[in-house]
């Protein structure tokens, strides 16, 4: 069974950087999609950067240029490495993982099958 947790959530003032870790383990991140979402208070959950199983990377509109995510297989972790941040991006940040490919459904959150318990990130203007 994949177990995830994510972690390096916290309070930043605009234009600072975070980098947020997903270790995974039960599961070889290489071989699955591996996503991050966001929820911000009252709002639902959104898609905010995703590698496939075909290692192909999307991002979202609002966060291109700014968040990179990337993974490292021998320490089995998925990075979001998150720069100029803005007030917007302040949300609970989850980790996700399915071993399907997600192709269409890349940013479809209800579609993907394992997630980590979120960790906040708080963006001060």
């Known amino acids: 069974q994949v177990q995830l947790m994510d972690s390096g959530g916290a309070p930043v003032q605009a234009g600072g950087s975070l980098r947020l870790s997903c270790q995974v383990s039960?599961?070889?991140?290489?071989?699955?999609?591996t996503g991050w979402f966001r929820q911000a208070p009252g709002k639902e959950r959104e898609g905010v950067a995703v590698?496939?199983?075909?290692?192909?990377?999307t991002y979202a509109d609002s966060v291109k240029g700014r968040f990179t995510i990337s993974r490292d297989i021998g320490k089995n972790i998925v990075y979001l490495d998150m720069n100029n941040l803005e007030p917007n991006d302040t949300a609970i940040y989850y980790c996700?993982?399915?071993?399907?490919?997600?192709?269409?459904?890349?940013?479809?959150?209800?579609?993907?099958?394992?997630w980590g318990p979120g960790t906040e990130v708080s963006v001060s203007s």
């Open positions: 996700a993982a399915d071993p399907r490919r997600r192709g269409w459904f890349r940013f479809r959150w209800r579609e993907w099958k394992h």
């Open positions: 590698i496939d199983t075909d290692r192909a990377t």
């Open positions: 039960g599961g070889v991140a290489g071989g699955l999609a």
